[in-house]
């Protein structure tokens, strides 16, 4: 007895041919990756062009003035022309980002989950925006804002402080004033990413919203907060008018907030606008301030990319 099989149709037969998209770019893509490799290296070269821009002044000035006398806390005697000590601007830089800080941080954290955990749509619709307006405000607004209100109105009547027109205290807080949208807009957008199953298996274990948003959420979204932090630190260390106009132009050791202290950028923005010739000492200095500035920054960024790849979750 003889058994014959038939064999079928092999599989896919009668189908349609799918054409490989894989091994073939669509139309316009290679512009594309063009237009983004093309944007990306503008950026880079940029950057390059400004640290070349400020490295030739500052060698120049750093074969007529010894680093000794640049990292110093006070200015050499005899020096008439220009005052090369940078420690002291350096420690008012750093005590005005710390106020800011103090204000920022708190606030855009509460505004943030406030309007992440909280707020109705209708609310968080008009108070986002709100709080992202001020950023728009322009700088020479927020520093007349702190010369002329802040100090006079708030500090020395409110508060009956003995304190100086221009002073860090009011420089500081202003500042933080200004760095509120960065901090609660990106830690916002950090607490948004969470996803929503750990919040409900934290209100099924028993946990209040409080609860839930402090130790559930608050984790979860650590590396987006600590960015915005430090994001919200460079932006304040970078500032120029608010600290220009309202923290003075002393320099100083002390660490008394009541007294004015000269920053880093203000120096910038003074000697630029001053009589140093071109070429001089006292002109090139700015530039070597302007290269620590820029690696006090960069400092910054590494840090916080640091902490962003150490505490990142992926959901």
């Given at each position: 007895m003889t058994t014959s099989t038939t064999a079928g149709p092999p599989p896919g037969a009668g189908l349609p041919d799918v054409p490989d998209l894989s091994a073939r770019s669509r139309p316009g893509e290679a512009v594309i990756k063009a237009l983004l490799l093309t944007a990306a290296a503008i950026s880079v070269?940029?950057?390059?062009?400004?640290?070349?821009?400020?490295?030739?002044?500052?060698?120049?000035?750093?074969?007529e003035v010894p680093l000794g006398d640049f990292l110093s806390t006070s200015d050499p005697e005899g020096s008439r022309d220009f005052f090369p000590a940078v420690i002291p601007m350096i420690l008012g830089t750093l005590m005005t980002t710390v106020i800011a800080l103090l204000v920022a941080v708190p606030v855009g954290l509460g505004a943030a989950m406030y309007l992440s955990e909280y707020a109705s749509p209708r609310a968080r619709k008009w108070l986002k925006p709100t709080v992202e307006l001020l950023a728009g405000v322009p700088s020479v607004v927020y520093g007349a804002f702190a010369l002329f209100f802040v100090t006079p109105t708030v500090l020395q009547g409110w508060l009956n402080l003995e304190i100086s027109l221009t002073n860090s205290l009011a420089a500081g807080i202003v500042l933080g004033v200004m760095i509120i949208p960065t901090v609660a807009s990106l830690s916002e957008d950090a607490f948004s990413a969470v996803p929503l199953a750990l919040r409900q298996g934290s209100l099924a274990m028993g946990a209040n919203r409080m609860q839930t948003t402090l130790r559930v959420v608050l984790p979860a979204a650590l590396s987006g907060v600590a960015a915005a932090i430090v994001l919200g630190m460079s932006r304040a260390v970078g500032e120029t008018m608010i600290v220009l106009m309202a923290g003075g132009s002393a320099k100083s050791m002390s660490l008394d907030v009541t007294e004015g202290h000269q920053t880093m950028t203000a120096f910038i923005a003074q000697t630029f606008s001053g009589e140093s010739p071109a070429g001089t000492p006292g002109y090139n200095m700015l530039y070597a301030v302007a290269l620590l500035l820029f690696v006090m920054t960069l400092v910054m960024n590494l840090i916080s990319t640091s902490i962003v790849r150490r505490f990142r979750q992926a959901y």
């Open positions: 070269a940029i950057t390059l062009g400004i640290v070349l821009a400020i490295i030739g002044p500052t060698i120049a000035f750093f074969r």
